[in-house]
């Protein structure tokens, strides 16, 4: 079946330490994998896709396909990164991305 | 930066009736996105649209949903018959190819009475 797996709903952590958000996913093929986040009262954006390999807003995310998981990581936090944050997958020859149930990132200061 | 634009951000009905949301897509994009939440799970998949055509949609897709494209700027989504199962934030997306990333207009809330 495919489904995305984030664990943690809510994930708080101090100004400055290291967050690692999960993902793990069960998709056949080869799917592109992103994440997206929600700041309070916005509109999904897009975060990151794996195969940009980009860092963005101090953020990375590897793919892992052996252990077919899309951790997102940043290694200092920011009381600003607090927000909702999605990872979803895309599938070869579909349209429609499959999202994950969220992870509320809180960062206290 | 260019934005998906939906209206109206929150729409209240009745069971029964029957309501249409609406969505502006960003203007060089050719593929449209219908997506539901339900208040406390996970966003969901409901329809894509490409060429004036539904291109995929997912079970809860059903005879009571329609989409068009009534003109060269809105995109539409319209729910018959109304049910208290279809209160949920509702949004619309777009994206230049179907394999580049989809953007997010900020919801309508649909509550259903």
């Known amino acids: 079946a495919q489904r995305v797996t984030q664990p943690e709903k809510l994930l708080s952590v101090f100004k400055g330490a290291p967050v690692e958000l999960k993902c793990n996913y069960s998709?056949?093929?080869?799917?592109?994998l992103f994440w997206y986040v929600q700041y309070s009262r916005q509109r999904l954006q897009l975060l990151l896709r794996?195969?940009s390999r980009e860092s963005i807003k101090g953020f990375t995310a590897d793919l892992n396909k052996g252990e077919t998981s899309f951790h997102l990581k940043k290694p200092f936090a920011q009381e600003e990164d607090s927000a909702m944050y999605y990872c979803?997958?895309?599938?070869?020859?579909?349209?429609?991305?499959?999202f994950g149930t969220g992870t509320r990132l809180k960062v206290l200061a | 930066e260019p934005e998906v634009t939906q209206t109206p951000s929150h729409q209240v009905t009745q069971m029964g009736q029957e309501v249409i949301l609406r969505c502006v897509p960003i203007?060089?994009?050719?593929?449209f996105y219908w997506y539901r939440q339900i208040l406390g799970q996970k966003v969901e998949f409901l329809v894509s649209?490409?060429?004036?055509?539904?291109?995929?949609k997912s079970e809860i897709f059903d005879d009571q949903f329609s989409v068009e494209r009534p003109d060269g700027s809105n995109f539409t989504l319209k729910i018959r018959s109304t049910k208290l199962e279809d209160s949920a934030m509702y949004f619309c997306?777009?994206?230049?190819?179907?394999?580049?990333?989809?953007?997010f207009g900020d919801g309508t809330r649909l509550s259903i009475l």
């Open positions: 203007s060089n994009h050719l593929y």
């Open positions: 649209f490409y060429n004036n055509e539904i291109s995929e």
């Open positions: 979803a997958v895309l599938g070869p020859g579909t349209y429609k991305y499959i």
């Open positions: 998709y056949s093929g080869s799917p592109e």
């Open positions: 997306a777009s994206s230049k190819d179907s394999n580049q990333p989809q953007h």
């Open positions: 794996h195969i």
